[in-house]
């Protein structure tokens, strides 16, 4: 194994959008002791260094893999089809319509119930917009597998704010 790895080969696993992400902490768990700067002779400067870089390379993958939204990034980056998350935005009016009205509901909910629909919706959203961009991916649709990446991380934010509500209203209740 050595730093030219991609993320998916650094764990062992196919090139895929479709990922156990419960199998990755214990492969991460795995590599860390495998590649720990600690395991290395403390004598050579060269190969704690090495250790190091591997160490962090490992922990990047493993951050990028769990994550829905940076791993759908990271296949269109090994694809050459790069997107910019932070300078583009969705073009689909009715979908921002949509993610505009559940963060106005969010805003007014009052109670766990009233968040916790949101957040179902909000989940269904980005489960099917996760299918999707797996559709896109393996059909090489890339214009399609970039705008629907862009979905993908308005609902994860959603699910970020409700989640945030929801530790507002439960301090609320203390």
């Known amino acids: 194994m050595d730093l030219s790895s991609n993320y998916f080969e650094l764990f062992g696993l196919s090139v895929s959008y479709d990922v156990d992400v419960s ?13 720990h700067p600690d395991r290395v002779d403390s004598e050579d400067p060269s190969a704690q260094r090495q250790a190091m870089q591997m160490s962090a390379q490992i922990n990047s993958a493993y951050q990028t893999l769990k994550s829905p939204v940076k791993r759908a990034a990271y296949l269109l980056t090994l694809a050459n089809e790069p997107v910019d998350l932070e300078r583009t935005t969705v073009a689909d009016t009715d979908f921002l319509m949509a993610q505009m009205e559940l963060r106005e509901q969010l805003e007014d909910a009052q109670t766990l119930a009233e968040v916790e629909v949101i957040a179902d919706e909000a989940q269904d959203w980005l489960t099917n917009l996760q299918r999707e961009f797996a559709g896109d991916y393996g059909r090489e649709e890339w214009p399609e597998a970039r705008e629907t ?9 959603l699910l970020e704010e409700v989640n945030e509500r929801i530790e507002q209203i439960e301090d609320e209740a203390d």
Request: charged share 20%; net charge positive; aromatic share 14%.
């Open 23 to 35: 199998a990755l902490q214990p492969q991460w768990r795995q590599l860390q002791q495998q590649f």
């Open 149 to 157: 990446l862009r979905k993908m991380q308005f609902m994860t934010r």
